[in-house]
């Protein structure tokens, strides 16, 4: 596979992994999250905006590989 064809499924890939990571962490902090104080909330958006990094990594790498000659 040519490394243009990677990085555009790869690009598509990353699009769908943060928009379904970011309805999940907002569907999640609705139903337990309502009822906690400031300091856990915070600390949740903080790891929940961060966490999609580590399943996006193979992606990314995958995306930068060099063609095979």
Same mark, same amino acid.
């Given at each position: 596979?040519?490394?243009?064809?990677?990085?555009?499924?790869?690009?598509?890939?990353?699009?769908?992994?943060?928009?379904?990571?970011?309805?999940? *962490?907002? &569907?999640?902090?609705?139903?337990? #999250?309502? =009822?906690?104080?400031? /300091?856990?909330? +915070?600390?949740?958006? *903080?790891? &929940?905006?961060?966490?999609?990094? #580590?399943? =996006?990594?193979?992606? /990314?790498?995958? +995306?930068?590989?060099?063609?095979?000659?």
């Amino acid at each position: 596979m040519r490394i243009r064809t990677r990085k555009l499924i790869g690009t598509v890939a990353l699009l769908m992994l943060v928009t379904a990571w970011a309805l999940l *962490a907002m &569907a999640f902090a609705q139903f337990a #999250l309502h =009822a906690q104080s400031a /300091v856990v909330v +915070m600390l949740f958006y *903080a790891v &929940a905006g961060l966490g999609w990094v #580590l399943p =996006a990594m193979p992606v /990314v790498s995958w +995306m930068q590989r060099p063609d095979k000659v």
